[in-house]
């Protein structure tokens, strides 16, 4: 079946660094692909869709220029969180639709990505 | 505007008892698909079941079902024979079809199986 993988799965940063987050399609092409942020006991929040080769689209309240999203081929995109501070301490998860099928396949989710911000 | 309500935010059962969580949705929609899907405190999503507004035939895989109730805009699941296992974060998750992208989340129901 397809797979989303997610990397890293946990990580620690400190305040003011950056840090990358990886989401790959392993088995299939993506040519859209979500990011959500996740607090504890709460539904998935989507950030951003993001689709290969143009720019990504944030939804109301995300900042742009915190939150770096690139989808520079169809298998990988990656969300970059900039100038990190500790209320940017979440989970983070990508989701991926698989190009090939346009309605009716299912989500495919990444394991998801803990941040901490220290 | 599409909403999706799950309105019971935590829920306890037996092993081995069936147990349905609700979901009601509101789309202007015709074509569109709704999911269940589970995070256990792994936090992996994963998908339990799937139905195609179009299909009149409600889902089922094993122990997990639905209850798709169109003109009510209810989409039910039932877990039956329940297991330690199915102990996790429940979402209602509604999608809309035509190539169009976009999904609305339930806000969850956090389910716990008691041995």
């Known amino acids: 079946g397809a797979v989303v993988s997610q990397h890293p799965s946990r990580v620690i940063c400190k305040s003011g660094t950056s840090v990358k987050i990886e989401c790959r399609s392993l088995d299939f092409q993506a040519t859209t692909m979500f990011w959500y942020r996740q607090f504890p006991k709460k539904s998935l929040m989507l950030m951003a869709t993001?689709?290969?080769?143009?720019?990504?689209?944030?939804e109301q309240g995300v900042e742009k220029d915190k939150f770096l999203i690139n989808h520079a081929s169809l298998t990988l995109s990656t969300l970059t969180v900039t100038s990190a501070h500790p209320e940017d301490s979440s989970f983070y998860i990508c989701?991926?639709?698989?190009?090939?099928?346009?309605?009716?396949?299912?989500?495919?989710f990444g394991n998801g990505t803990r941040l901490t911000v220290t | 505007a599409q909403t999706v309500t799950q309105s019971q935010p935590e829920m306890s059962v037996q092993e081995a008892e069936t147990v349905t969580l609700s979901c009601t949705y509101d789309t202007s929609e015709n074509n569109y698909y709704l999911f269940w899907y589970k995070q256990p405190p792994s936090r992996q999503m994963i998908l339990v079941i799937r139905q195609e507004a179009y299909k009149q035939q409600n889902a089922t895989e094993n122990r997990f079902s639905v209850n798709f109730q169109k003109a009510a805009k209810s989409f039910s699941l039932k877990i039956s024979d329940s297991q330690l296992g199915d102990t996790a974060m429940y979402f209602c998750i509604m999608r809309r079809g035509g190539g169009a992208d976009g999904l609305t989340f339930g806000k969850g129901t956090h389910l716990i199986i008691q041995p």
């Open positions: 989701s991926a639709r698989d190009g090939g099928v346009v309605n009716n396949s299912p989500l495919h």
């Open positions: 993001s689709n290969e080769g143009s720019k990504a689209t944030y």
